[in-house]
């Protein structure tokens, strides 16, 4: 149970339905009676805030349970399935678009590759089209809630736009909000990459209350970090952009436009490179080859990892987090994986290593789809959100 989360709830000791229903997120199902004892309503006025919550669909049954008077219970708990939303990935390489409900259940799923250096004008069209294609196949385009979009890079959070993507030159200052938002009539809500993958590993482990920092190592690099239930972007939306820290000694020319940048030694655009005189040509292809036992391959992504490693020791000690999540098509290979954590382990403040979980993403590349799916749900479900809908519901 996410502790810091129902500590502020109870702090608050709101009553609205909108919290109400942050109650049953946060503690689980309840009965009617469990749910009037713990907020601290009366009989009824918690039977019309149950009704307006039942309205919106933001209740389902969950069982019985047995209770003094005799007659068994109903258990409540709060409705994460009804609501749909429409989550895409976009990167350098390729976007991947998913239907979800606001579980994270992936209910119709496509990948679109993208052109090299490719531009919004020319890609966010056809993405909005497959998007669409996928809600009609899901058949829940009537119970579209939200839309939940991720690149990597920073993001103008206040303005719903791009900043300046070091590796998608196109990208800088493009709104995101309004290519989806206007088509389908629906809030859009935005996440850098690697921050959606922290809070896809954070949502896949059951929202622990320690803190988690996730990596993702595709094409390029990311971090991001995950505290008290809320991805931390920092002050200028930054927090996390490990890829472009630079590593001395190292004159590597990065994508950035810079030189010595761990991305330009370790990321998957330079494994890729680093392996081109044996053939490699594509991330499929080192995936295959680390797959095969492939020794230069093998022992290149190890090194990649080792170079990432060394950057998130500093990561680990600053953060002191519980979990580590490494995500990414070549983050999850396991020598990169090693590689990272041997670094990390001989690099980082002993007393931040301990009772340190160090693992894969248990989603694979599902995992930023499903941080996707989490922060639309955190977004949707929000008190302040499900009262509007309350109030105009009453009104
Ligand atoms: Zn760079």
Not at 34 to 61: A, C, H, I, K, W
Not at 84 to 107: E, K, M, N, P
Not at 109 to 126: F, G, I, K, S, V
Request: aromatic share 2%.
């Amino acid at each position: 149970m996410p502790l810091e989360h129902s500590r502020n709830i109870a702090a608050t000791a709101a009553t609205s339905p909108g919290h109400i229903l942050a109650v049953l997120r946060a503690e689980g199902p309840m009965t009617r009676q469990e749910l009037q004892d713990r907020v601290g309503l009366s009989r009824v006025t918690m039977v019309e805030r149950l009704d307006l919550l039942q309205r919106l669909d933001l209740l389902r049954p969950s069982g019985h349970r047995a209770s003094s008077g005799g007659r068994p219970a109903e258990v409540l708990a709060a409705n994460d399935l009804g609501r749909t939303a429409l989550v895409a990935d976009i990167g350098q390489t390729h976007a991947t678009l998913a239907v979800v409900d606001l579980r994270g259940t992936i209910l119709g799923q496509a990948e679109q590759p993208l052109p090299a250096r490719h531009h919004p004008a020319e890609t966010l069209p056809p993405l909005l089209e497959l998007g669409r294609r996928l809600l009609a196949e899901s058949g829940r385009a009537d119970s579209l809630c939200a839309v939940g979009l991720s690149i990597p890079g920073q993001l103008d959070h206040e303005r719903g736009t791009t900043i300046a993507p070091p590796t998608m030159p196109g990208w800088t200052g493009v709104p995101l909000r309004e290519p989806f938002g206007d088509a389908l009539n629906v809030p859009v809500v935005l996440e850098n990459d690697a921050n959606a993958l922290a809070f896809g590993s954070y949502c896949a482990m059951g929202r622990p209350a320690a803190a988690l920092v996730g990596v993702k190592v595709g094409t390029g690099i990311g971090a991001g970090v995950v505290i008290s239930g809320r991805t931390h972007r920092g002050e200028t939306g930054c927090a996390g952009e490990i890829g472009h820290i630079r590593i001395e000694g190292n004159e590597e020319r990065c994508d950035c436009g810079r030189r010595g940048c761990v991305s330009a030694l370790a990321s998957g655009r330079a494994v890729i490179r680093r392996l081109r005189s044996s053939g490699v040509r594509s991330a499929a292809d080192v995936l295959r080859r680390v797959r095969d036992g492939d020794a230069e391959a093998v022992a290149t992504t190890a090194d990649a990892g080792r170079l990432v490693g060394t950057v998130l020791a500093t990561v680990v000690t600053i953060v002191n987090p519980r979990y580590v999540r490494v995500g990414g098509a070549i983050g999850v290979l396991p020598p990169f994986l090693e590689g990272l954590a041997e670094v990390v382990r001989a690099h980082a403040h002993t007393s931040a290593l301990d009772g340190l979980s160090i693992e894969a993403c248990a989603l694979g590349e599902n995992t930023t789809l499903a941080g996707l799916a989490g922060l639309v749900a955190d977004e949707m479900l929000s008190p302040a959100t499900v009262d509007a809908q309350a109030r105009a519901l009453a009104t």
